[in-house]
């Protein structure tokens, strides 16, 4: 199940990476929607393989604090939390994001960074794990 989640981790990064190069139309949202939902597969996959239970959430320091190792994390909690608001922004029209607020290129092209770095830990702690 965890090579499942990194699968589709792969495939959420591949998409955003594809977004940021064509920047066709006004899509930086969903390529940093799709930095996010990487990373967090990418969390959800270790904590699977780890047989911990999480819940239903974009919050990724949240799900990070439920790994039982507490292994160490390649990016600081304000990362994580700022990368989570983009599992929701874009994606849903919020007050927020219609005040001006939605992900530019340079948001999506530091979730990608970001989500790189993550889906980079995750498979060094796949691995790790055997």
Do not use: C
């Not at 904590?47 to 799900?63: E, G």
């Not at 994580?80 to 219609?98: K, Q």
Request: a negative charge; charged letters at 30%.
């Amino acid at each position: 199940m965890a090579a499942r989640w990194l699968a589709r981790a792969r495939s959420d990064l591949s998409i955003a990476g594809k977004l940021l190069a064509d920047r066709a139309n006004d899509e930086a949202w969903a390529a940093a929607f799709h930095g996010q939902q990487a990373a967090e597969k990418a969390i959800k996959a270790i904590l699977t393989s780890t047989r911990t239970d999480f819940p239903k959430t974009h919050d990724l320091a949240r799900l990070m604090d439920l790994l039982p190792a507490n292994p160490p994390v390649p990016t600081s909690a304000d990362d994580l939390e700022w990368l989570s608001y983009f599992g929701t922004a874009g994606r849903y029209v919020m007050d927020d994001v219609m005040a001006g607020s939605e992900p530019g290129w340079e948001d999506a092209a530091q979730a990608f960074r970001l989500a790189e770095e993550i889906l980079d830990w995750a498979r060094d702690e796949a691995e790790r794990q055997g």
